[in-house]
């Protein structure tokens, strides 16, 4: 049996549904090649981030100002801003050499939260070759006065202006705590995100008990991770104009397997390259291969959403139905 891996992600046509997440690796060429070579069908560089743009801009601020107070020639002391390697200029060449070095599509990331810039910077990632834009936003509403509605209001604009600004796909990576998560997802189609992009992980600080400081602490994803996008992904499958990615728990073939049969286009991995080598991304596709062979797939399109609530003998299972059957039904050991 010729088993088709071809699968389509924000209009681009893949070789197959096992993308590399946004992370370290992708940043490094050489290991992009070795992913690419492995089988990976497309990579998500790392993400440039707000607070790195604006830090490295009112730095070199501080050093153009420095001692003009004193001495008006000192404004010559040190060259224009414009002479300066600041902002997104390093990451816009890492798309330009990455596009040189691997076939696979590149697809750029941006992380924030402000419309500010990013209209100007995922524009110019555009323009250094990226084939979409993914737009991870990671907002935390600390302020009390800030409202749900507010919030949305928020992540909404965001990507109706990032969009406008862009004639390359934009996928929108997204945290799960909506209120009405559903209907939200909805409105960032409309709002113009070609894909989304479940979950992004909120990494949590810890305490610090030498220091008495918060301690800021990256654990490696849980494959436990897959099933709050999996149930998602399979509500969300057919009800929204938008492409869908799961991009936290995907280790090993199963996990891709049923992140594919509940809906997603796509499965990223990252976590599981980390902890198994670059050689995980073929034993993925291996596995899945053969698992399609065994329950005689012919094709990841004929695959995907098989499981998706709107095509579950089920549909209960991905709602509240679930939570009930499964605390009714766990026994554990007795006590």
């Not at 939260?113 to 070759?129: C, D, I, L, P």
């Amino acid at each position: 049996m010729n088993l088709n891996l071809n699968t389509k992600y924000l209009g681009l046509q893949l070789a197959n549904p096992l993308v590399i997440a946004a992370c370290p690796i992708t940043g490094k060429i050489d290991w992009l090649k070795k992913l690419e070579e492995a089988g990976a069908a497309a990579a998500v560089m790392p993400s440039l981030f707000e607070e790195q743009i604006e830090h490295d801009e009112a730095e070199i601020a501080k050093l153009h100002e420095f001692g003009t107070q004193s001495f008006a020639e000192a404004l010559t002391y040190f060259p224009e801003e414009d002479d300066y390697r600041t902002g997104p200029e390093e990451y816009l060449e890492a798309i330009a050499q990455a596009k040189k070095a691997v076939k696979m599509p590149i697809i750029a990331s941006l992380n924030g939260t402000n419309k500010g810039g990013w209209v100007r910077y995922a524009k110019m990632m555009q323009e250094a070759g990226a084939d979409a834009v993914e737009l991870n936003i990671y907002y935390i509403a600390t302020d009390a006065a800030t409202s749900g509605g507010d919030v949305e209001s928020q992540y909404l604009d965001l990507v109706a202006a990032v969009k406008e600004s862009l004639s390359i796909p934009l996928a929108v990576k997204i945290g799960p705590y909506f209120s009405a998560m559903a209907n939200m997802a909805h409105r960032l189609s409309e709002a113009g995100a070609d894909g989304l992009v479940l979950f992004n992980r909120f990494l949590q600080p810890d305490i610090d008990l030498e220091t008495l400081e918060p301690n800021p602490k990256l654990l490696l994803s849980d494959p436990y991770e897959l099933l709050l996008p999996l149930r998602w992904v399979a509500i969300l499958r057919g009800r929204i104009d938008a492409s869908l990615a799961i991009t936290s728990g995907i280790h090993d073939a199963h996990s891709l397997a049923k992140a594919l049969l509940a809906g997603a286009d796509v499965g990223m991995v990252a976590s599981a390259i980390y902890q198994e080598g670059f050689e995980q991304v073929g034993r993925i596709l291996r596995g899945l291969q053969e698992w399609m062979k065994e329950k005689e797939y012919d094709s990841v399109e004929q695959l995907k959403g098989s499981i998706s609530q709107a095509n579950c003998p089920d549909p209960e299972a991905f709602a509240r139905g679930n939570y009930m059957k499964a605390l009714t039904t766990f026994t554990g050991r007795p006590i």
